[in-house]
């Protein structure tokens, strides 16, 4: 275990320098002007300013890119989508403001909010719309990019109708709503300047080039000094915008972000996990704490095509010799609650009625790991299997206590005779280790409920894509490998059902199904977190969705 004493003193002596640091990279002072393609431009000294410390997911915020750089880009308020959800996970209305559907279910038409601009001052209307989503699908299946829009929506066709500023989507199969999916990161919608196959928009390649419709501009973003400089989108169309320029600080490390809102160097900061620190912040009136339970589930994959997925006693040995509601309640100091089940206690799924008959057994996992032959017979205090040291691939990140899990099952593991890699990497990169099965154990963090019920969650474990053309051209998400013949049965059932008795039961079948047979290593359920300087800052509440942080809610007191 680290000692947490000598971490937070090298901390804080070292947070004034890093946060100082990226500031002065990120020109937050006002000395400089700050003008940018994306059609905004940064107020003098005079102008309103927020630095935000956060996590950085993805150095792109290209949605065609990686599902990162999606989220990333709604997250830091520069792209919308046509749909948001609101707090009850009801869906709302954004740049559509209404649609129709055919009686087949197949045939969606979108009607575009009358005089939305993006942040150049570009028209987003139907045409736009229609180019940006007719972008993303031909971008990620021509380049194979690591998003995957197909997975939750198969569209025939997106066209456009100018004259009646609306988008009709048709889908390759009924869906009984697709509002909900639209709200996910995927769809946000960018002008792409009507040219799918121009240079010009490949937005890879610089931040600055994503324009969308959201409160914000990006102007800069440097990953030497880890810091993207956002200003006021002056053509935006749902309010206000608070704030005349926002630098964003890439900050990793909790105690880092801690310590630097308390010596005001940051005014706003996500997801400090380090339970020493986010109890200091709440007791002191000069932080406001937003906290909600969210519907994050934070687990670990199993790779069905290694060691773990193909033998069974070995994976079940892994399960029990790990004290989840330790770990939840002590390693992460309740940053998590336990639970074996891949969705949240909290959702409506009967989450009482699952059974977990893999609990917290050290000498039960030992004995499973003896008789079926797996021991150690060099006396290195490692087992073997088939005559080779066991060594478990664990790849991990630094966000949302993942890290701190890795390493106390790594700890866990070792007890019962079980070696364990462990690589720390950031998120892109852990990514595209899990596509390309690098890995036994790979640690996540999922909203479980994104398009608003579980059904692309759930298809991490459908088997029933494997091997399709569909799904080795990128279109699925089952990077583990896992298949069994019941699951992907219900699975099939739930998708065509539109019974929401029917489908809640379904899917508390599938999750036994998960639990019986070891297929994912659930860490707990994750409770979301914002902080902020009280007396500078109002309106930063996080929300139970949390695509949605920097907005025109949150403005300077």
Not at 80 to 87: Q, R
Not at 168 to 181: G, L, M, N
Not at 302 to 314: D, P, R, S, T
Not at 364 to 388: H, M, P, Y
Request: hydrophobic share 35%; net charge negative; proline share 2%.
């Amino acid at each position: 275990m680290k000692n947490e004493i000598v971490k937070k003193i090298s901390i804080f002596g070292l947070v004034g320098v890093l946060v100082m640091g990226m500031l002065a990279g990120c020109g937050s002072s006002g000395d400089t002007d700050n003008s940018s393609a994306a059609g905004g431009s940064a107020e003098s000294t005079d102008g309103k300013h927020l630095n935000f410390g956060c996590y950085v997911y993805s150095t792109s915020y290209d949605p065609a890119e990686y599902q990162n750089a999606a989220w990333d880009g709604i997250r830091h308020g520069i792209t919308e989508g046509l749909f948001k959800f609101k707090d009850d996970l009801t869906v709302d209305y954004n740049l559509c403001d209404q649609y129709e559907v055919s009686d087949d279910h197949k045939t969606w038409t979108f009607h575009i909010r009358d005089g939305v601009q993006f942040s150049n001052g570009n028209a987003c209307d139907a045409q736009a719309v229609a180019d940006s989503l007719n972008r993303l699908y031909t971008v990620c299946a021509t380049e194979k990019k690591s998003s995957t829009p197909e997975t939750y929506l198969q569209a025939d066709s997106i066209t456009a109708d100018t004259s009646a500023n609306a988008v009709t989507i048709v889908t390759a199969e009924p869906y009984a709503d697709i509002t909900s999916i639209l709200c996910f990161p995927f769809y946000t919608i960018l002008d792409v300047g009507g040219d799918l196959t121009d240079a010009e928009h490949d937005y890879t390649a610089d931040a600055t080039s994503v324009i969308g419709t959201g409160p914000y501009a990006v102007a800069s973003m440097d990953e030497t000094t880890k810091c993207s400089e956002l200003v006021k989108n002056e053509h935006y169309w749902n309010g206000e915008v608070p704030y005349d320029s926002i630098s964003i600080l890439f900050i990793e490390d909790d105690s880092t972000k801690a310590s630097a809102l308390k010596t005001g160097d940051i005014d706003l900061t996500e997801n400090i996990t380090t339970a020493s620190d986010l109890e200091e912040l709440s007791k002191d009136e000069a932080f406001y704490v937003s906290k909600t339970p969210g519907m994050r589930s934070g687990f670990a994959y199993v790779n069905f095509n290694g060691i773990l997925g193909k033998n069974e006693a070995l994976r079940q040995a892994v399960f029990k010799a790990i004290d989840g509601q330790t770990l939840c309640d002590v390693t992460v100091g309740g940053m998590y609650t336990y639970g074996p089940a891949v969705l949240p206690s909290t959702l409506s799924y009967d989450y009482e009625s699952l059974v977990n008959p893999f609990t917290y057994d050290v000498e039960g996992a030992a004995k499973l790991l003896d008789d079926a032959g797996i021991t150690d017979t060099d006396g290195d205090g490692f087992r073997e299997l088939d005559g080779q040291k066991i060594t478990l691939q664990y790849i991990t990140y630094t966000n949302r206590c993942l890290s701190d899990f890795a390493e106390a099952i790594q700890i866990s593991l070792a007890g019962i005779g079980i070696d364990v890699n462990v690589t720390n990497t950031d998120s892109d990169t852990e990514w595209n280790m899990m596509q390309a099965g690098e890995y036994d154990l790979c640690d996540s963090n999922w909203t479980t409920v994104g398009t608003g019920e579980p059904s692309a969650f759930l298809k991490n474990w459908y088997g029933g894509d494997n091997g399709s053309e569909f799904y080795v051209n990128g279109g699925g998400t089952n990077y583990c490998w896992y298949e069994n013949d019941e699951f992907d049965a219900l699975y099939d059932q739930y998708m065509s059902s539109t019974d929401l008795e029917e489908r809640a039961n379904l899917v508390i079948q599938m999750e036994q199904i998960l639990i019986n047979d070891c297929a994912v290593l659930v860490h707990g359920y994750y409770n979301s977190t914002f902080l902020s300087n009280a007396a500078k800052v109002t309106g930063a509440d996080i929300h139970t969705v949390d695509y949605y942080w920097l907005s025109n809610e949150i403005a300077p007191k």
